[in-house]
């Protein structure tokens, strides 16, 4: 099998709802690559355009404008073979709550196709997967939103899909809840699966993501790898070194104004509060080592993924 | 076709499991065994005897029931059979397989049509078991024949209505907006169309019914000859049950009961009525024609039955492959 290096490919990919005589442009001109293997994480706030988009990329809408290839399979013509290869747990999805855990599985493997003899075998697998064969009797009715979200991830892996997509999957979870989530991605992951995150809560999953997109009102505003992102971004807006260490922190900070990429210092206590323009760890190690002062920490203060965000997003509002 | 009997299955499965269809059936076997008791009652104090045969007392029992069962069976299975789904979010789930929309729509009906089946053929077996006991009546072999085209035209009677709810279902947003969408629509056609026939017949063609009234019986009783007054009247309720039946053709209530009329020998008078009790309106004897004549005769009333039934469900189709999920 061909080993695809982006699994998601969009290319002006534009979706615009008409209703009661009126235009809204629910995704605009999205240009969007996830690489195989990765966790992306598709963020925005509510009403970004994320779940239209991940309609359009699972072919239960259609684009107005523009193409995509999930899988390799285009959008439009081929949407059915990517419903089965992709796994999909919907936001607002739901379950027959009249039948069980494992019939509602059942259901759903019988859509697929999977023959009879694998059935039980990969309704057990799913259900072990999301710790719910317990409870696998019992009527989804019954489930709480956990449970049923769970449950949502398990249908999604029924069909051992090479990609998945989960919209909004942390979404009501308790934070027990959503930590269990978040191992149980890491760990499908782990075996090769392409995860795509869809999220308004940046805190609850924005950590596992390799990549990231930034959607707003239907455009990316900045997508690529976290560590490449963070990196653009600490150039940007400077690299923040903290310094800790014996000696008279007071002169030998005064001593720190020479190296050429310093733009500001700042002193808290016996601490030394660095912002510059490069990676400058080696020269205030040096200077250190001149001045006699010696270094306890040396710490390049990376910025959050709540930096980037606020950084891009704040941005694309002001502009 | 594998996964549209997937759906299929597990709708017919849902339905004949859930409290719905079992209330109806129940409700309706009820209706069943009051009508028989009725008859039953009516037939040991008066006469004594039967007076009209199987067809005549069974059947119009069955008619009368099914008039108003079909329609109810068909809504209550297809008022939420596409809304439903997508207010749960199982819509969703289901779409998000390898799946055609036209599976699930397909899967749906062909699941309502065998919930369908199942629900006429037991209702219509409790009812003919039913006159068999209580009425000590014997079907012919030609009753019999006659009594299942019936049921197979109530099941299409049943499929008409199902298709209006499941149109109505996709089309709106909401269930509830589904519900009262589809009881106004059968209202209208079982007892608004009815009456505004009725009145627009009564003022086009205005009898005197003080001189109807007036209109006495020869000496003897015997009207052989019938007078010129009498003569008139018959034509102006003719004329008047003409018009009825012409406003109430848009209803398929009326051509249900048509094929009633021509399959079984029975008019109900369900969906019209309202003059004369049917009075003016062809008499059909069913024992004198043979079964494929009857047929015939019924065949456009058929004809209108399916025409409608496979509209609404095209339109169905057409708009639920066609929609936006979001």
Known sequence: MKTLDYVIETSDLTKIYRSEGKEVIAVNHLNLKVESGTIFGLLGPNGAGKTTLIMMLTG??????GSARVLGYDIVKESLKIREKMGVMPEAFGFYDHLSAEQNLNYIAN???????ERVKLIEEALVTVGLLEVKDRKVGSFSRGMKQRLGVAQALLKDPEALIFDEPTAGLDPEGARAFKDLVLDLNRKGKTIMLSTHLLFEVGPLCKSLAIIKDGKAVIQGNVNELIEKLMAEEGYRIKVEGKGSVGSFASTLTVVKDVKEIKLDGETIFIKAISDIRTEISEIASKNKFIVSTIQLEEPSLEDLFMKYYKKEVDA | MANALTVASKEFSDIVKGKR?????????????????SVYLNVIQTSGAMPRGFLGLAASTLVTTMSYFAPIMGIALGFDTISGEREKGTLKTVLAQPVYRDTVINGKFLGALLSVTLAIFTASLINIGGSIIALGITPTGADIIRIIIFILFTILFTMTFYGIAAFLSTATKRTTQSIIISVVLWATFTFIIPIIASLIASAIIPINFQFARNITRPPGGNITAISP???????????????ISAIESLTPNYHFTRIAQYILGVYTGISGTSIGG????????????PIMQSLISAWPNILVLGVIMAITFIASYILFTRQEIR
Not at chain 1, 60 to 65: E, G, R, V
Not at chain 2, 21 to 37: D, E, H
Not at chain 2, 278 to 289: C, H, I, K, N, Y
């Open chain 2, 21 to 37: 269809f079992i209330a109806l059936l129940t409700i309706f076997a009820l209706v069943i065994a009051v009508a028989l008791v």
């Open chain 2, 278 to 289: 049917g009075l003016g309106r062809e008499q059909v004897d069913v024992a004198s024609t």
């Open chain 2, 229 to 243: 007054e009498m003569q008139q009247l018959q034509q102006k309720m003719r004329e008047q049950a003409s018009i």
């Open chain 1, 60 to 65: 239960l809408t259609l684009p107005t404008n």
């Open chain 1, 111 to 117: 859509l697929n196709d999977i023959p009879k003899s």
